[in-house]
């Protein structure tokens, strides 16, 4: 079974510096331009999350029609960056509890791929599907992308194919769900250089020991990672949110 993925989020625009929404030609399509500029902003932490979302106002913001900011919307939604709450739609802004909630579901998900390996011999992981994994992962080793938020989709495709791999489906659907509730969080964690080499470099570490049957260290590994990215997102998510605060702050001044 393929892992699931929300969205197929691109890779070529560097959070903080809002792509132009000019007329299609080569690269991303005006629509994916609109998309990515609103999704920059709002990760940004110069939206408050108290400001209505409407298509008026992001249309007239990028100079762009309704049509593509209306198209954008939906995609935010999507990804959980954006919510509709009384009044319109606002900037997502998950509570801390619940985060902590959803970052241990998620790693109990992922290590179980690894335990039912551990507990029962007959369990094999698909060493065909881990090795074409990481041979995409040595790729961004080569190639290192350039810090950007949706890289986390291609985080959540490593993350569903090493758990799928183990076998049961339902596990990885169950993370599919848990990472749409957390994605929008998760994107913090891709905004500079040092996290983008850390989780390439991690993700390949964490396949080699799983294909190479060293299924106890590939646990701690995987245990470690999320550790890690945990920590990075929550102090990021509460940096941004302390910012939009002080931002409504101001603007009630």
Sequence with gaps: MDPVLYTDMSTDVVPGSPAPAAPDGPGPSRRERVYLTIRDELMSGRVSPFERLTEERLAERHGVSRTPVREALARLQADGIVVKRAGGLHLYVPSFAELTDLYELRITL???????????????????????????????????????AGFVSQDERFHATLLDASGNPALTQALAQANRRIRSVRMYDYLTEDRMAATIDEHIGIAELVVRDRLPQALEALRAHVGASREVVMERAAAALEMTLMMSREEQR
């Design 110 to 148: 992922e290590l179980r791929g690894l335990t039912r390996a551990l507990e029962d011999p007959t369990v094999h992981h698909d060493r065909a599907r881990l090795e074409a994994e990481l041979d995409r992962w040595y790729g961004f080793r080569d190639d290192t992308p350039a810090p950007d």
